[in-house]
Each structure stands twice: as C-alpha cells, then as structure tokens.
C-alpha cells in the first residue's frame, strides 16, 4: 500500500469541492491555479465549470500547469421517458466524452440517473427495473463512441439515498455486472468509480473490489461519512471527521493494483464551502496525509 | 394476491405514525381507541409509548379491542463499546421480550445498531464488520430467550443511510445471511421484517424475498419514498405520494406465502405530523386501499 503521509503526489481535486465558496463562484481557472502552486498534480473538473471557462481554455491551462485529470464529471442521466428524452441524452454524453477526450480526462465518470424525471420533479413512472434496463442499453450505446476514442467509460455506483433521483445503480456489485455483460474481455473501456461515499457501507464491498480488480478500478473518490448527516446531497464531510474506514477501502483497492490517484470529493454546503478555497484545499492536502 | 381495495382488514398501524400530532403527545390509549374506531384490527407500538401508558393496562385495552400486534418495536442495538454495554443491551432486549410476550405480538422487530456510540454522536471506532460481529453474536444470545418464549425475532434490514447510527444491517441478504447462521433449520424463530422504504432501491429484491420464504418473512411494513426526500430519519412519504412500486413488492412478498399485515409506518414531521391524528388513519385506511 502507498504511503501518502510525507507528499501528496497522489491527491486529485474534485473542482466541486471548491466549486463556490462563501457564497461566490471560485472560477475554474482560479482553482486550477490554486491546486497547482500548492503541488497539486490532478484535479477532476465539472462540465458546467469547463464550460464557463472555455473548453480549449481549460485543456491549454491544464497542459501549461501540467495537471492531470483523474477523471470528468460527468456523462450518465441515461434514463428518459420518451425517445427525444433518449436522444438528447445520448447526443450530450458524446459531448462529455469529446470533452473528455480534449482535456485529456483519465475517464468519463457515468452517474447514470434514476426513474426518468424524478430529478426534475417528474417522476415518470416507479419501474425501477425499467430504469435500469434504460441505462445499461444507454452505456452499451456510449461504449462504442468510447471505444473509438478510447476513452475509459467509469460507472459510479451512488448511495441508495440516490436510486429515485440520480442514479438506479447503486451498488458495486449492480455496477460490475453491467461491466460484465458489456465488457466481458475486461479490455479497460469499461469500470468503476469507487467513491466511498456510496459504498462504504457494503458489506460485500471488499469482495466486489476484488472482483472489479485491475482492469475494472478506473477511479478512487474519497469523503467522509458524517454521523448524523444533516442532508442528503450536501454534507459530506473532510477525510476524518467522520466514520469511513478509509485506509482501509483503499487497502482494498490498491491490493487489486490499483495506483491513480485519491480524488476528494466534498460536497459541503454548511461548512467547507463557507472556507476560503485555499483553505479548503490546504485541508485537502493535510487530511491526504494523515487519513487516507 | 389478497385485494386490500375493499376493506381493511390486513392495515396495521405502527403507532410511531400518529406519535405526536400537532406537536401534542397522541397517548397509545387514544390511538388504541381510535384505530379499533375504525376496525383497523392490528397495531405495532413503540416501548416508550407502551411505558407512557403502562404495560399491563396497554395488554387488557388491546384484549378488549380485539386488536392484535403486528410487532412490537423494537429490540436490537446489539453494539457496544465495553462490557457493561454488552450487558445493559441483553438486560434491555429481554425485557423487550418480555413485553412482546405479555402485549401478545407477532415479533419482536430488531433495529440492530450501528457503530457502537454512533447515535449518542460518540461514535467508538470505524470497524463495520466489527459491529456485524456484535449483531450476530446478539441475535443468537437473545435467540436462546425468544425460543424458550416462543416469540419470533424479525431483523430489520434499513436502508443504507443509517449503517452508521442505527443499523450494520442494510440489506435483505445480509438479514438472510443472519439468519441462515443461527436458524438453519427455518423453524420461524428468527426472520425479517421487509419494510419498503429500506429494500425498495436493492436490485436483489425479489431474489431475496424468494429466498426468506414463507417461515421467514414475519413482518411487512409500508410508507413511500419522497423526491426530494429533505430529512434522512422523518421525512417518509404516506403510500402514494413517493415511486415505490408498493403493490409489486408486495405481490412478490405474498407470493411467498405472507399473508400477515401491511404495518404502515410514516414517519413525517414537516406533513403527517402535523395533521390530526384521525385525519392521518383517515389517509392510511384510503390509501392501503388505494395504492397497496
């Protein structure tokens, strides 16, 4: 296992994370800067975020900092209730992953999305089983557009809290059998984003990394799990002050082969997005050290 | 399939859904009254609501009613930090027992606990499986009591948003799994409570009620999913009103063989809460009607 207490050479920022602080926008162009003159060497950037700040923008300030992306965030919503619903999905997750492609993305991360139109307010019809049938139709389809580019298509598994509103795939397990039906030569186009946000609490969790292994690890997104957890989108907490095991998972996961990087991805609407960015960031750095 | 549309003979009520109304204590006594006023003929209450109005009046109000228990809530909280926890935790579940015994209840429903001091914000260490293993050895020590009292024990699953502070155990598997370990032999001591708003998002569903069969499945509750669900603990939609498929679900629970009460259990304080209590059985009895 890694040592990552002495440099974060490993550390990745998920640009949500610092995405609007005390009440303003942090521009990307801002947190790209900042992640980079604190040695940060990767970073995983929103879509709306690249597109306020240009796309061929972003992917030449990248190359000048020389910061990598551990991933893109992101393709997915792949469920619709009619078929303009399902066209304008797929025309926009081959926009994602030409983005992707230009700024040189490890991956594409899928959050997949839930019964179509619940999001929005809408719900659509409770077949969940329907949704999920929508979405593994809808990775099949992107796959072939990845596959030309190659760019890596990594499925994201979201807490259960999620499978009415964001994603109906909400379990490694659920996750690596759409891998397997769609990838079964385990050829690298198709894995996983293991944020341990969503799946800490599985008990088949270190079984399922195993069974994703080498090939099917394409992402490590790490956050805290607060007890009690005051809402249900935007309290995640800092690596350590909560209840994750941490070291632990990502023993799991790195017992398997894995070696990219540990992208923290913090959604915090009472606390860390009431700091200073760099602040923010600084902790980012300092909990990397001591508690992953 | 049983069809609940013409009468409601098979609506039990949790009395957690009408506990405080209007911010006013509703005491179990009224509740009793006032659910046997509507010839809803079961009810599951809470141990503090039965102690509020005392054990042994509760049990001669409820044989004077004809009203049966669907279960008692609840047992569990089989985690601790020390010895003395262990101890205070089998001391209290006995008594849960107990109790169950003189109310004449169906089960005794077990939330099982989390991490050990989790839900006083206290929480000991971050070792799930830890606390699995304190689930486990609890269920079979109080095993032992259940059997010789002839009263079941129902593990209930929650969903995966309380595997922190109030259940290790969050899906139907795992409870299976449990319960294959310590009653292999299916004799009806020990099985699960399936409550919809826990298992509805798990992709292993059906597979899993197939799988608790008839001598397993001894409790079914019901509420609905919100979207947005804007509170993780009380914030629990009445049947209808969320995108839980309820009479699927409850078509594959019959088509084991259940052919128990349908619990409704809604725990709502910014809406059912606030309604009359009258008002609110008024609701479950139109709905368990209308939607189950």
Chains 1, 2 share one sequence.
Do not use: K
Not at 66 to 80: A, I, N, Q
Not at 204 to 226: K, M, N, S, T, Y
């Amino acid at each position: 296992m890694r040592d990552f207490s002495t440099d974060h050479r490993w550390l990745s920022i998920n640009t949500a994370t610092v995405r609007r602080q005390l009440g303003v926008d942090w521009p990307l162009p801002q947190i790209l800067d900042a992640c980079a003159a604190r040695g940060i060497r990767a970073v995983s950037p929103w879509r709306d975020q690249v597109a306020a700040a240009g796309l061929d923008a972003t992917a030449r300030q990248l190359r000048a900092l020389g910061l990598e992306l551990s991933g893109y965030c992101r393709g997915g919503m792949f469920t619709y209730s009619d078929g303009a619903g399902r066209q304008t999905a797929r025309d926009d997750n081959r926009r994602a992953l030409d983005e992707a492609c230009t700024l040189g993305a490890g991956c594409l991360v899928l959050v997949v999305g839930g019964l179509p139109g619940a999001l929005e307010g809408r719900t659509a019809h409770r077949d969940i089983a329907a949704a999920r049938e929508q979405v593994s139709e809808g990775i099949a389809a992107l796959l072939d557009d990845a596959r030309s580019r190659g760019m890596p298509l990594a499925i994201e598994p979201l807490h259960p809290m999620y499978a009415a509103d964001r994603a109906c795939i909400n379990t490694l397990a659920q996750s690596l059998d759409v891998c397997d039906a769609l990838d079964p030569s385990r050829s690298g186009a198709l894995g996983v984003a293991v944020d341990v946000y969503h799946v800490w609490w599985d008990p088949q969790l270190e079984a399922q990394i195993r069974r994703a292994g080498r090939e099917r690890l394409l992402a490590f997104h790490v956050c805290d799990w607060l007890v009690p957890t005051t809402d249900l989108l935007n309290d995640r907490g800092m690596m350590g002050d909560g209840v994750i095991d941490l070291r632990r998972i990502r023993g799991w996961v790195e017992a398997q082969g894995y070696a990219g990087y540990s992208e923290v991805e913090v959604f915090s609407a009472a606390h860390w997005w009431q700091r200073a960015g760099g602040e923010v960031l600084d902790t980012c750095i300092d909990r990397h050290r001591r508690c992953l």
